[in-house]
């Protein structure tokens, strides 16, 4: 069972930055692949950034690479999201999410444990 926490969201304008974390509790994440998403109101939940367990390989969805970066502190159990030149497109509740048998990507069924979100809001 593993218990994932979102913090750091807020409200900023246009260009602007935010660190996100995701705390997670109730075993290691060491050795566990972890994702974030994001849903914006009246749309699906995306996926946006992914990193790895071994050698802390990242993917991103297109529309956040160069401005968002994904990191993992395997110290404090604990995997960031930092969002830089944020967008009003960007504005969503951002989830963060693990996917224990690592072999997933983007897709929101790969993953087994879900965080309660953050809200993230870009005005223009």
């Known amino acids: 069972q593993v218990q994932l926490v979102e913090s750091g969201g807020g409200s900023v304008q246009a260009g602007g930055s935010l660190r996100l974390s995701c705390a997670a509790s109730g075993r290691t994440i060491s050795n566990v692949a972890m994702g974030w998403f994001r849903q914006a109101p009246g749309k699906e939940r995306e996926f946006v950034a992914r990193i790895w367990q071994y050698a802390f390989q990242t993917y991103y969805t297109d529309a956040v690479k160069g401005r968002f970066t994904i990191t993992r502190d395997n110290a404090k159990n604990t995997v960031y999201l930092h969002l830089d030149s944020l967008k009003p497109e960007d504005t969503g509740v951002y989830y963060c999410?693990?996917?224990?048998?690592?072999?997933?990507?983007?897709?929101?069924?790969?993953?087994?444990?879900w965080g309660q979100g953050t809200q993230v809001n870009v005005s223009s």
């Open positions: 999410a693990a996917d224990l048998s690592g072999v997933g990507l983007a897709q929101r069924s790969a993953y087994d444990y």
